[in-house]
């Protein structure tokens, strides 16, 4: 009995080894380089209308800074798995889920668990992808591409002749909006610090590259308009730069909100207060719009809109016209030291781990 019940013991535990996938597990709040942990974790159940992915790479995000720092609402509670996106194979199609994806390479959406060697996801946020796409690119047009779209595209079409400001703009969202607005005959304004970015923005075509290090924005910016004012302002920053940029945007104007990255650097009652406040009387009356935009609520209230983005972000870059630049690919081992990178502003573009 006893030599039974140490056979079966032995292969409970060959199971459970044979179902563990390693994982980036965050075990409490602080900086990247300190609270995350390369463990094991169990491989997740495929559940109706999912699919699981055995993942290749994983991609990072800003937002997974603000998770990691406790900044981030809508992060999961600990101890917990990050990551938005991942390029990989599909392994398993759930019930409900299309056949044909088995196999299949694909890129997909993963609301949190994308830091894992497998993770499961609902089959409409997930996209097939060349064979031969690098996964860099592929993952620029995971979270950051489709947000960037949904916003250029969807929630503030933009048209040409529009004048423009993009905030960040060399980052992952940033610089794809640089491409679209360009790509749309507008006059694009890019907001960035130092000459690698700069030099960047000027090679994918913006026209006015604005330097925040070197006098303040708004003031850099009003000598470019001449007079004139803004149609579309899309900001990930927020705080002071909110009530400045309200005052750039001419009549029929936008100003999108995507993030809010002068948070990670002030307090957040700072922050809400620097941001000031708005009656909706005078945005009528001014005939503004302020759009917010979190792709991860979208996506729970409208998986389709976010489906369609993420299709037709790809399509963009397989037309040839989009084309993401992609920082780095490291092994998955220097995950937290990308975070750190990424949270200070020294990269451009897409920042990803390999599996």
Known sequence: ??????????????????????????????????????????????????????????????????????????????????GYEVVGRVSTVGGGAPKELE????LALTRFGG????????????????????????????????????????????????????????????QLLVQIALHRGCEVFAVASGAKKREHLKAIGAQHVIDRKTAPYDAQLRELLGGKRLHVSFNAVAGATFPKDMHLIGSGGSLVLFGGAERGRIGTWRFVWNMGFVLPIFLMMK??????????????????????????????????????????????????QALVDLAEGSTIGKLAVQW
Request: glycine share 8%; charged share 20%.
């Open 115 to 174: 830091y894992a060697g497998s993770v499961c996801t609902d089959h409409r946020a997930v996209v097939p992808v060349p064979e031969d796409i690098p996964v860099g690119e592929a993952l620029a047009l995971g979270t950051q591409g489709s947000t960037a779209w949904f916003m250029a595209e969807h929630a503030c079409r933009l048209e040409p002749g529009m004048r423009v400001l993009v905030h960040s703009a060399a980052g992952g969202v940033g």
């Open 103 to 106: 196999g299949r390479r694909v």
């Open 287 to 336: 005939s503004k719009s302020i759009i917010g935009v979190n792709m991860l609520k979208l996506g729970d209230h409208d998986p389709v809109r976010v489906a369609r983005c993420l299709q037709e972000v790809v399509r963009a870059h397989q037309d040839g016209w989009l084309r993401p630049h992609v920082e780095a690919v490291r092994p998955t081992d220097e995950l937290p």
């Open 1 to 82: 009995m006893r030599g039974s019940s140490d056979a079966a013991r032995k292969v409970h535990e060959w199971a459970a080894y044979l179902s563990a996938v390693r994982a980036w597990i965050l075990t409490q709040h602080g900086d990247p380089d300190k609270v995350l942990t390369l463990g094991e974790a169990s491989e997740p159940r495929v559940m109706p209308q999912q699919v699981r992915i055995q993942v290749e790479a994983s991609g990072l995000n800003y937002a997974d800074v603000m998770a990691v720092r406790g900044l981030y609402r809508e992060a999961p509670p600990l101890p917990s798995i990050l």
